[in-house]
């Protein structure tokens, strides 16, 4: 399996390097060539297998060659063994036909655990293979941090860089990240936004000297990998719903669209999937998009599901390059106009392929509060801010009654006890582990929305190949 650039001039490369990669040379996100398949008889074999063993059978045909089938499904065991579920992703039913899919059940209570527990034991083997250590530098809106703290702490070949924006976390969320004391973790509190976070790390892998200098890697969902496990859950839930015998819809909350857009590729590989519903909170520029056939970015706001904040959705160029019919050269302008003017007009046959595959709706506040109100009290179930977000999607774009419609459930409510309480008058309960550890003393600096100063920063402090363990 070869991965080439939403952009079309970086080079081709096998999973492993575009694993390493991060953000492609030329600006551009690693996709497959082509999308593998998987028949009807190997979807529905999935019914009852422990997840790790269809994770392994859904992210083998990514990976090629790239490690013996054995060395694979032991990482897999490995990484889904700390999930306190037994089905590690469990469906909840809360209506007639309606499902949530609960995917905080690992260690960081967010569904990033999915994809960042198997990236870690990953890249730690290709770096230990290569005789090569990696700086990883990414954005966090407050679940990505935390998760990649947690799977990458103490891993003697990397240096984590995560830059989140100061004030704009839950406190439980930028305690997950601070209170790990590691010597080779560094939290920094941008003073900014999400979007000024993300674009400093990608302004970065833009520089290529300091790329090459600092062996510069990524973990957000511009990272291919992250978006290959996540395709996982999307079949064992269709599965246990039916699939392939049935199609079901999945209603996603969206912000950067990396994990709708592993939906999507859970249809290319064969997945029957009705429909794929965009959820946006207040920072609505993919449901704007799909009313007007124009991604516009508007200013960045604070919202009660925080780790949505986000105008600028990386992995929506993904999706541009597949509904233009891999056009790299029509992708680059739009991304360079979007740079520059801050929008651009889809091209008809990419507005027309969104319109198809995908539906959306935005919640604003006192939508999200009501999702949350309203499932309590009929169930007693306690929602997060950003599953109620995608509660509320759901209901407005149901369709068809007679498919299931499957909510992701992204994150425990206990990450967001503010909104909780002014929502049910409810604190929901951390495990006792994680609320333990959150005492501890915070570790970050705060720093400007500055890329010069950024470097500065990063440089100081990443350990040089000298240091490479033995
Ligand atoms: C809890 C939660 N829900 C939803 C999202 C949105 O996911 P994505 O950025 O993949 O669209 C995020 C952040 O990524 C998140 O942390
Ligand atoms: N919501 C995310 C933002 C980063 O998204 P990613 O999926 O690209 O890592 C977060 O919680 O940090």
């Known amino acids: 399996m ?3 650039s939403t952009r079309g001039t970086a080079p ?19 996709v497959p060539e082509s999308w593998p398949t998987l028949s009807h008889d190997q979807i529905a074999s999935f019914a009852g297998k ?9 992210i083998a ?17 490995r990484a889904y063994a700390p999930f306190r579920h037994p089905a590690t992703a469990p469906l909840v039913q809360t209506g007639p036909n309606d499902f949530i899919l609960e995917l905080f059940h690992g ?38 941090g935390g998760a990649a703290v947690e799977a990458f702490r103490e891993r003697a070949r990397i240096d984590l860089f995560v830059l989140h924006p100061e004030g704009r976390t839950s406190e439980v969320q930028r305690k997950q990240m601070t209170t790990v004391d590691a010597a080779n973790v560094h939290n920094i509190a941008v003073r900014g936004n999400f979007d000024d976070a993300q674009a400093i790390v990608k302004a970065l892998f833009n520089d290529h000297g300091f790329r090459d200098r600092h062996r510069l890697a990524a973990v957000n969902s511009i990272n291919w990998a992250r978006i290959m496990a996540q395709v996982v859950y999307y079949f064992t839930a269709a599965v246990s719903l039916g699939a392939p015998y049935r199609p079901v819809s999945f209603t996603v909350p969206t912000g950067n669209f990396g994990d709708i857009f592993a939906g999507y590729v859970a249809k290319q590989m064969g997945l029957p999937i009705d429909r794929l519903v965009i959820a946006s909170n207040v920072n609505d520029i993919l449901t704007r998009t799909l009313e007007t056939g124009r991604y516009e970015r508007g200013a960045v706001m604070p919202s009660s599901s925080p780790s949505m904040d986000i105008q600028v959705s990386s992995n929506f160029e993904r999706l541009l390059f597949e509904m233009s019919g891999r056009d790299a050269d029509l992708v680059r302008t739009q991304m360079d106009t979007l740079q520059q003017s801050g929008g651009f007009t889809l091209e008809p046959a990419q507005y027309d392929g969104l319109k198809e595959l995908f539906a959306a709706a935005r919640a604003d506040e006192d939508e999200t509060m009501n999702a949350i109100r309203v499932l309590y009290n009929a169930t007693g179930y306690v929602a997060d801010p950003h599953t109620a977000v995608g509660l509320h999607a759901a209901c407005l774009c149901r369709g068809d009654d007679s498919v299931p419609m499957i909510t992701l459930a992204t994150a425990h ?7 909780i309480r002014a929502a049910i008058g409810v604190s929901p309960e951390l495990p006792e582990t994680l ?9 970050y600096d705060v720093l400007d929305s500055d890329q010069a100063q950024i470097a500065d920063y990063i440089a100081a402090r990443t350990t040089d190949r000298a240091g490479l363990p033995a």
């Open 413 to 419: 409510p206990a990450k967001f006890p503010d909104a």
């Open 435 to 443: 609320r333990a550890r959150l005492s501890a003393p915070e570790h």
């Open 12 to 30: 081709r490369l096998d999973f492993e390097d575009a694993a390493l990669t991060g953000l492609a040379r030329d600006g551009g996100l690693y």
């Open 50 to 58: 422990p997840y790790a063993e269809v994770a392994a059978d859904v």
């Open 107 to 144: 260690p960081t209570l967010a569904f990033k655990d999915f994809a960042m527990q198997v990236l870690a034991p990953l890249m730690e083997r290709a770096l230990t293979r290569r005789g090569d250590r990696a700086a990883i530098i990414a954005a966090t809106s407050g679940d990505t």
């Open 61 to 77: 045909p990514f990976m090629g060659h790239a490690m013996p089938s054995g060395d694979l499904r032991e990482i897999l065991a």
């Open 2 to 4: 070869k991965y080439v």
